[in-house]
């Protein structure tokens, strides 16, 4: 199984964008739901949505109107675009997907700080 990564983190102001990507040079990715979770600090690490392959994608209460999850499965690919970012949402940002064989996959994270 291969490791996806993401990037795009960085510094952004409160009401601010980002937008993460996760890749991974995986044959069947097209196949996998791909989603995201998140650790702030001081707070256990938290589900924030994911993208089946259908595609369809589900979202955290938390999250709902402001983070959209989309994918391009030719470039093996998913997007977590975060819109109106709030302090809150400071953290470092997980993808990861389920293989048909064996345990969740998960990236190394990307660290998203929202601060003035």
């Known amino acids: 199984q291969v490791q996806p990564v993401e990037s795009g983190g960085g510094l952004a102001q409160p009401g601010g964008s980002l937008r993460l990507s996760c890749t991974a040079s995986?044959?069947?990715?097209?196949?996998?739901?791909i989603g995201w979770f998140r650790q702030s600090p001081g707070k256990e690490r938290e589900w924030v949505g994911c993208?089946?392959?259908?595609?369809?994608?589900h979202y955290a209460d938390f999250v709902k109107g402001r983070f959209t999850i989309s994918r391009d499965d030719a470039k093996t690919a998913v997007y977590l675009q975060m819109n109106n970012l709030q302090p809150d949402d400071t953290g470092v940002y997980y993808c990861?997907?389920?293989?048909?064989?064996?345990?969740?996959?998960w990236g190394q994270g990307t660290q998203v700080t929202v601060s003035s």
């Open positions: 993208i089946s392959s259908a595609p369809s994608s």
């Open positions: 990861y997907y389920d293989p048909t064989i064996g345990g969740r996959i």
């Open positions: 995986e044959r069947n990715f097209d196949y996998y739901a």
